[in-house]
């Protein structure tokens, strides 16, 4: 027989690939009473909680709203409302999450062109137009902004009018961006957008926000099938949480996960009081000192384009990659990640994201690894 008792989790300082560490404020807000889902104190919270992330993604996109589900439901939730069975789409991978946007998209029933380049570069617009060149039926290109696998940061500026020009929708994965890298949904033409709570937004796990733009709306209502999923289904979703679109109340779909909203809205409200703009001010700094720190190490960073967000360095020469990243833990209570696919066993990845991005935990990590690596 088991013994009930409560668990009382140790504190950690979340420096890996996420989550991210949760401040106070957006764990206190987790424990307020929990509402109905049709209450109208909750729609309210929802609603604010929206709108600030339509403020966060810097869009004017009515559908925007926290899918149930970490980011890979988000990512789900893209794919299988926008491709229909048959469709061909371009994916562009250079790393894990590229590479699952790959076979969520397959799964769909999408004829799925991969353009794969070495893991932790970055695609150019030339490499894009050249397979869009290849395949002029293409209906749909997608592409992560801020591969977590390797840290490589993808600019985006420019892509959304080559997509567009030849009539295909520009999806982008913002899971590791959002909230900690300039990101601009409007200006940079995006149709479709998905991320998580857990990384920049410092919140726990639990939601993934995403956001629709005209055309991609447009690609919905002309849709001949249903989308396989019930659940992510957006053509049901929207009429809970936009109102039904003219005004027609909200429509029970699933129980929205009211108190992982709390959190959301709290995280979100801290996010507008710093300012986005001083937040991802101060991703970058904090990148900038780490970085400064390692190379005065000797460490090397892998990608040649790096994120603030995620630092994905080499494994020093004769350093125990498991050894190290367990003393970091036991002995300084500090998580970071490890190389994920390809990347394991010679990659670390320290992720300053959120209320993570600190002076204070940017330099307790460099003494915690200058002292594990002595
Ligand atoms: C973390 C992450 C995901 C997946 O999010 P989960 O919350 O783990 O489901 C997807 N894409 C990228 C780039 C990520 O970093």
């Given amino acids: 027989m088991m013994n009930p008792k409560p668990y009382i989790p140790v504190e950690r300082i979340l420096l890996g690939p996420g989550p991210s560490p949760v401040p106070q404020r957006v764990l206190r807000a987790m424990a307020a009473p929990t509402l109905g889902h049709l209450d109208p104190d909750y729609l309210a919270i929802m609603d604010n909680t929206c709108e600030m992330l339509r403020q966060v993604f810097r869009t004017k996109n009515l559908l925007t709203f926290p899918v149930s589900g970490t980011g890979m439901a988000g990512m789900e939730c893209i794919a299988v409302n926008m491709i229909e069975p048959g469709d061909e789409v371009i994916v562009c991978v250079n790393g894990v999450f590229g590479t699952r946007m790959k076979d969520v998209m397959e799964r769909c029933g999408a004829i799925v062109h991969a353009i794969e380049i070495t893991w932790s570069d970055v695609f150019t617009l030339e490499q894009i137009k050249t397979v869009l060149d290849q395949h002029p039926k293409v209906k749909l290109v997608g592409i992560v902004h801020a591969e977590t696998s390797t840290g490589a940061h993808q600019p985006l500026e420019g892509l959304a009018e080559l ?30 957008i998905y991320s998580g709570t857990q990384k920049c937004l410092s919140c726990p796990p639990g939601l993934s926000p995403v956001s629709f733009g005209e055309r991609a709306l447009a690609r919905l209502d002309a849709r001949k099938s249903k989308p396989q999923s019930w659940y992510l289904d957006v053509s049901m979703l929207r009429k809970y949480y936009t109102d ?11 129980t929205a996960p009211i108190n992982m909203t709390y959190a959301l809205h709290e995280a979100l409200v801290m996010v507008l009081e710093e300012g986005l703009d001083a937040r991802i001010a101060r991703h970058a700094t904090m990148h900038q000192r780490l970085r400064n720190g390692l190379e005065g190490m000797g460490i090397r960073y892998i ?48 992720g300053l994201m959120g209320h993570g991005a600190s002076i204070r935990n940017v330099d307790l990590v460099l003494a915690a690894l200058r002292e594990v690596l002595r």
């Fill in 244 to 254: 039904g679109g003219g005004g027609g109340g909200r429509v029970y779909h699933h």
């Fill in 163 to 192: 997509v567009h020009g030849r009539g295909a929708l520009l999806v982008v994965d913002a899971v590791t961006s959002l909230g900690g890298h300039e990101l601009c949904v409007d200006d940079w033409g995006i149709d479709a």
């Fill in 303 to 350: 990608p040649k384009r790096s994120l603030h967000s995620l630092n994905c360095i080499n494994i020093p020469a004769g350093a125990d990659d498991a050894g190290v990243r367990r003393r970091l833990l036991e002995e300084y209570g500090i998580e970071i990640g490890s190389g994920l696919g390809p990347m394991a066993g010679k990659a670390w990845r320290i």
